[in-house]
T-cell receptor
């Protein structure tokens, strides 16, 4: 069964450093998403991406964040200058469409720890 | 602005059914009811979805009230692997793919 993969599984970085989280969505999917989950809190939507453009983003997704599909398979989330509060699990997801019936498939997540 | 309300936790014995309620009194006519679950240390996973009629799949059943203001996810025989947080999420024409997760219901399965 196709699945979304994410690398690395755990990333430790110093405050102020740039990090890039990588995702390989399901191959025939067209819509891509990033969510985050701070420890003990709910899963929060960050951004959706389609046709090489951001479709929607939340208030969390400020200028420190960017997303890119650098090639036909990868989807990345970059945080330019990490803050302590960026420590969280980051989940990538993909879907074939954005209809109300479309299912999102999530990756296993990257745990980001900012020291 | 949570659109759904779920109990914080539910406990079940292994191999017994689990009924997880969800209230969504402000649901619109075109909103679908989706359920996802999150196993420990994993990403969310799709379980089931429906609009008006009850739905069954290999994982669970979804019973939707006639007025659609509530629904119940039914795990017919809980196993230890079903211990997870279960999320009830509405998706509508204005969702644009964005899933809004609440706190969900933590299901504890006791052997």
């Amino acid at each position: 069964e196709p699945e979304v993969t994410q690398t690395p599984s755990h990333q430790v970085t110093q405050m102020g450093q740039e990090v890039i989280l990588r995702c390989v969505p399901i191959s025939n999917h067209l819509y891509f998403y990033w969510y985050r989950q701070i420890l003990g809190q709910k899963v929060e939507f960050l951004v959706s991406f389609y046709n090489n453009e951001i479709s929607e983003k939340s208030e969390i997704f400020d200028d420190q964040f960017s997303v890119e599909r650098p090639d036909g398979s990868n989807f990345t989330l970059k945080i330019r200058s990490t803050k302590l509060e960026d420590s969280a699990m980051y989940f990538c997801a993909s879907s074939a469409g954005i209809a109300s019936t479309d299912t999102q498939y999530f990756g296993p997540g990257t745990r980001l720890t900012v020291l | 602005d949570a659109k759904t309300t779920q109990p914080n936790s539910m406990e079940s014995n292994e191999e017994e059914p689990v009924h997880l309620p969800c209230n969504h009194s402000t649901i619109s006519g075109t909103d679908y009811i989706h359920w996802y679950r999150q196993l420990p240390s994993q990403g969310p996973e799709y379980v089931i979805h429906g609009l008006t009629s009850n739905v069954n799949n290999r994982m669970a059943s979804l019973a939707i009230a006639e007025d659609r203001k509530s629904s119940t996810l039914i795990l017919h025989r809980a196993t230890l692997r079903d211990a997870a947080v279960y999320y009830c999420i509405l998706t509508g024409t204005d969702s644009w793919g964005k899933l809004q997760f609440g706190a969900g219901t933590q299901v504890v399965v006791t052997p």
